[in-house]
Each structure stands twice: as C-alpha cells, then as structure tokens.
C-alpha cells in the first residue's frame, strides 16, 4: 500500500512545486495579495500594462485599440515572465472623437492619471513596466514623457511599445503591403483574435482615406474612420490564415524585443 502511495505524493509534490513557480494567473486583478506577494519582485519583476481608447476602426471593433494590446498581453505574458495589469481602456482619441461611440480623454486628465498608475505599479514592486499602446497619436507622446519622469524619478526601468509600428516590416512580410488605422494589419490581428469582431461585408473602399504627407493638409475629424499608410495599399483583402500568421509573428517579435531589452538593462547594470 505504501509503494502504491509514492507516485501519488511524488506527483502531488510536483504540482505544489510547479505552482509555486508560477501563478494561477498573470492577471493582476485575478490573483489575490497573497499570491501577488509570494511573486512580486523576486520571480515576476516585470509588468505588462495594455494602454488604448475607444474610437472608430473601419469594420471592426471601437475597442480595437484595447482588444489588440490586450491580447498580445495574455499571449506573451509567460514567455517574457510578467504579470498583466488590467488595460487602460480610454484615450486620448484625437481627431477620431467625433465619431459614434469615440471617447475622448484630455490630456490633462489623462497625463496624470497614467502617472499615478506608473507610481502604483512601481511601489507595488515591478522593476520593469512595459507598456503595450495600442493608440497613437498624441496618446504616445504622453506615455512616452511620463514613463520617461516615473524612471528617473522612482528608479524602475521602462519601455513603451505602439504594436502596430513596430511590427510594420512583419506587415509588409505577411501581406506584402504596407497597412494603416483599421487596415488590414489590425483588422487582421482583430481577426486572429475575434472574427465575430470584424465585418468585412460593411467594407467599402471608399470608406478609406489615405493619410496625408507632412505639412500638406490636415482635417478634423478625420474624413474617414479608415486611415491607409500608402495609397491603394492596407484594403482587407486577407485570408484566415494570413491573420493567424501574422498575429503570431507580431506577438514573437514583440516578446523578443522585451526580452533583449530587459537582458540589455540588466548587463548595463541598471536598476
């Protein structure tokens, strides 16, 4: 009876193990204080905190700024070993925000509010505060000064990522063309997460403006709810599993970088 009992708490030993190596979830508002305490720092010192707004994107989702970098989020979170805050669901929308079911934030409400949640996640022990933006605009210029004062001043090291920038030569491998604001890089990446979200019979191509050069006109609000980067480039025209492909290969490259960036601050020695 008792050689029929080893395996048992053999494996019941193993369990316990595994689960105190990682948590019940990388979900901050998931886990309890206990839990949280029993990995913050010392075997989770890095948080990923998805930031977007809602505002309009052609044929798929308002939320599409938040449904991305929170998906990406829960994707890599294990490989990059860092919990998730819950995402900052609201923006500063811009020249979007005359649009149906658009919320704008001003900056002088947002800027410090995005501030007391960097002072909060860097006081509840994170060494590394990675922001995943879905939304640009004038929304990154904030991120970027304030994460910029929350390092300098607290001593936490910190890194803002726009998803959809930063992937633009995986765009242009995967559809071999370049995308733009709900074309069809985040509607891909949309799809390759919610397919129920996206609504291609509701596209048209006259739905899409292409955004100006520089210095050359501006219009507020922005004549379409669909912005291309290039002339006659970024329509929908995917398949399935070119936005399988694509999310996939967007989440790697941005786990990646992560990773080499916290390796980088660590062989600097900097704290």
Known sequence: MKLFLVPILIALNATVLFAQQNPSSREMDRINWMEFAEFVPEKIPTVLLPTGTLEPHGVVNNGADNTAPTAMAKEIAEDVNALIAPTLNYGITGSMAAYPGAFQITEEAYRPFIRDILKGLARNGFKNIIILNGHGGGQTKVLQ???????????????????????????????????????????????????????????????????????????????????????????????????????????????????????????????
């Open 145 to 271: 000064e304030v994460t910029a004062e929350i390092s300098n001043e607290l001593g936490v090291r910190t890194l803002v990522i726009n998803w959809w920038s930063f992937a633009s030569d995986v765009t242009m491998e995967v559809f071999k063309e370049d995308g733009g604001h709900a074309g069809l890089n985040e509607t891909a990446y949309i799809q390759a997460i919610d397919p129920t979200l996206v609504h291609k019979e509701r596209y048209r191509a006259d739905l899409a403006t292409a955004y100006p050069e520089a210095g050359t006109w501006s219009a507020t609000p922005f004549p379409s709810s669909i912005g291309l980067y290039q002339e006659g480039q970024g329509y929908p025209n995917f398949n399935q599993a070119q936005a399988d492909e694509y999310f996939q290969k967007v989440n790697a490259k941005v786990s990646k970088f992560i990773k080499e960036i916290i390796q980088k601050w660590d062989m600097a020695g900097l704290h």
